[in-house]
């Protein structure tokens, strides 16, 4: 909180799926900009294999890019229906 209040209230953290995951199991996050590429991977670390059970996020906003990427603004959602459930 008290880098959040030392700027103008945003940060972004570039990083991979080690950290983000890291973030979602401990809701360090307000706000996840996610990409969806229009690329089917056969293996790879799976971005919401944190835990078991329910995560509660809600989508804010959406974009459609032009080369077919989909961007997501998730928020947490703490005490709300999840609208994601790992498996």
């Known amino acids: 909180n008290r880098l959040k209040a030392s700027t103008d209230g945003h940060i972004s953290v570039e990083?991979?799926?080690?950290t983000w995951r890291l973030f979602i199991e401990t809701s360090l996050y307000?706000?996840?900009?996610?990409?969806?590429?229009p690329v089917v991977a056969g293996q790879g670390d799976r971005?919401?294999?944190v835990r078991p059970g329910q995560i509660a996020m809600q989508l804010d906003n959406c974009k459609v890019y032009e080369?077919?990427?989909?961007?997501?603004?998730?928020?947490?959602?703490?005490g709300a229906n999840p609208f994601f459930v790992p498996t």
């Open 30 to 37: 307000d706000e996840l900009w996610l990409l969806i590429h």
């Open 15 to 18: 990083s991979g799926v080690g």
């Open 67 to 78: 080369n077919g990427v989909v961007g997501l603004a998730i928020e947490d959602d703490k």
């Open 47 to 49: 971005l919401f294999d």
